[in-house]
DNA sequence: GTCGATTCAATAGTGATATCAATGTGTACA
DNA sequence: TGTACACATTGATATCACTATTGAATCGAC
């Protein structure tokens, strides 16, 4: 998987340290870095530290400008689909508005990715499909939640992939965090529900026999109770409702 | 505007020329780069290109390993969503493709953009998208294509931007330029359809009104149009038909 | 003799340092 | 109030030593 940064080279662990920490506000926007700030903070040369600069410009986190220094940016500049931004927004004080972003977003691309899935996935990978369903009803009946997950992620991951909308598959790494990420945000239930069951089983039939609206209504559906989810840890406490 | 990627610097100068040569696939994925072959043939130091590497790896174009050199990756591991990766696909031969893709994922993310603006957007900006729809009203009767089109892509920014969700905003810039390619690629018709000026306007009190199924519904209206022309270029000759 | 493991050297990226050029800011002065 | 200058800071180059990986050459075993 390679999830975790590559922390081989020096400037990406300048990065790591960076980055999280204008994410988490400690650089706040307006805040001036200096290059030889960086080169004496993190014991690093010249060489890698502008490594690191050109990095986090090509995110619009900061604008380096002669004779001014590293300029941190407004929120509102930043790449904000930059996998490596999203993860340390995910890893830092910014995860759960991270994460209600990105279920929103979710919510909106996974139903129509599941229509265009039904009109051009590969015949094989609509049966792969159909066997992860399969599976995720047994393991959801057995209670085994960590495999439950694992193919749940394997089935949202799919469907994008298959849509064949290279920006919906895109997101397939970034949705499979947030389904891993709920786990630990006591967002799934003991058991997954069996109404959130069937409606992944429907989108799996609908994507094998071509239906691209009956896959969209379904996945309309699995969708429609995470947002609920969402808002309703807005109101009050969290008691575990739905999952997708 | 500062539309086109700063040219100030050598690195981004490099990179403006290396990063569309592997989108249009002058360097196919596997092929080998040589920090010394950037050298030589851009005529800058280790460092700038060193540098250029740095910017091309964040977007995940190519892997630099020592002994190696600095390897082309396979499509489906770009971070399609990063913005100066979809302006080169944009200028070349991708374009269509990435249109494609693009006007896709638009058509899944306006219509919930536009209900939660219903439910987030500012009092003042609820004005102001009306305020648009009437200017719009007015100048496509008017038959001011250009002046419309610059009205259109203010209405579906904003409308991003008030969703309240961050992601959703970030998408503003990458939709305007889809709308102004449109224009280039002969799929507005002379006059703008009245049914779209309505939708238009429906979404703008919808809005103003805080009624988000209307707005998301009116909203997926407008996309659903455009949704179609697309599909409607697959089979046969452009003729011209929506806008949104 | 073939196959496998080990060794080793060539090679390309990685990191550090020194140095100069370019430039915009802020201040001091007219 | 306007202008010119000093200087801090990035931009760019050149060059050094280091490191890790590959792939071939070598060695050994079956």
Redesign the interface.
Known sequence: MARSRDQSTL?NRVLAHVGPAIVAGAYPPGHVLTLEGLERDYGVSR?VA??AV??L???RLVSSRPRVGVTVLD??Q???????LIRWRLAGDERSAQLR??T??R???E???AA?AALRAEPAQRERLLELSEMMQDLGQRGELDAFMHHDIEFHRLVLEQSG??????LADVVAEVLAGRAEHHLMPAHPRREALRLHSHVATAVRDGLPQVAESAMRGICAEVVAALDHLDHSVSDGTPHG
Chains 1, 2 share one sequence.
């Open positions: 400037h060489t502008r490594e050109r990095v410009q090509s995110m929120t509102t930043w790449s904000v689909f930059d996998p490596q972003s990105l929103e977003l919510a909106a691309v139903p129509p990715a265009a909308n290279e920006m919906f598959a895109g």
